[in-house]
């Protein structure tokens, strides 16, 4: 069973911020939150990771609670090629990943 | 980084035949994942191919259905025999090169 829970789809304006949020009550210490994205049935794509603190790269920013309970990715200016199937995991390395469902999302122009 | 080369890319074939799925790894690796994508379903891990030992499987999935090879660290096949229709998915492979894994672009199989 999934340990994450993510809403299963989100629609966003082109050009605005897309906040995708993932819940992970149950995460181990030693389990860092990574986002992958699948477009179209590609292969998944890496976007960040994070431990606990906030974590911020060219395709997006991590935002990590305090708990590390739940996190928030945001896209902060979505194009309609962000249009993808989103991936919040729990993984501590050296294993492999457990995809849930993800969440749709549509950009909308 | 890891670049992973997947073959085919995609392929049609009729019932009750087999095809063998290619994964190229530009690197040596330890563990290699192969992953199973149903339309319209999210990834479920079908086994974890290690150089030199045999591949463990996944509850659901059998070595008879799914054989899988890894001769080496950088290359690994997995086959899927006798397919019905039931088959028909996308089938990745994977590999850890922390601190992200790695994804091919998938071999999308039809059976007719």
């Known amino acids: 069973d999934a340990k994450t829970t993510q809403p299963p789809s989100m629609d966003c304006a082109e050009g605005r911020a897309a906040n995708l949020p993932c819940n992970h009550s149950?995460?181990?210490?030693?389990?860092?939150v990574y986002w992958y994205r699948q477009i179209h049935s590609q292969g998944p794509q890496y976007i960040i990771h994070?431990?606990?603190n906030n974590e911020t790269n060219e395709m997006a920013s991590l935002i990590i609670t305090e708990d590390r309970k739940s996190s928030t990715l945001i896209l902060p200016h979505a194009t309609l090629r962000d249009t993808a199937v989103y991936y919040c995991?729990?993984?501590?390395?050296?294993?492999?990943?457990?995809f849930g469902t993800g969440t749709r999302l549509t950009v909308i122009p | 980084s890891a670049v992973i080369s997947q073959k085919p890319s995609r392929d049609i074939c009729q019932r009750g035949t087999s095809l063998t799925i290619q994964c190229q790894v530009d690197?040596?690796?330890?563990?290699m994942f192969w992953y199973r994508q149903q339309p319209g379903q999210s990834l479920t891990l079908i086994a974890t191919?290690?150089?030199?030992?045999?591949?463990?499987?996944e509850s659901g999935f059998v070595i008879d259905k799914f054989p899988i090879s890894r001769p080496n660290l950088t290359f690994s096949t997995l086959t899927v025999s006798n397919m019905s229709p039931e088959d028909s998915s996308i089938y990745l492979c994977?590999?850890?090169?922390?601190?992200?894994?790695?994804f091919g672009q998938g071999t999308r199989l039809t059976v007719v």
């Open positions: 994977s590999v850890e090169g922390p601190p992200r894994a790695f």
């Open positions: 149950t995460i181990s210490g030693n389990e860092y």
């Open positions: 994070g431990l606990k």
């Open positions: 995991i729990e993984w501590a390395g050296a294993n492999n990943l457990f």
């Open positions: 690197s040596q690796v330890t563990m």
């Open positions: 191919a290690n150089q030199g030992s045999e591949a463990t499987y």
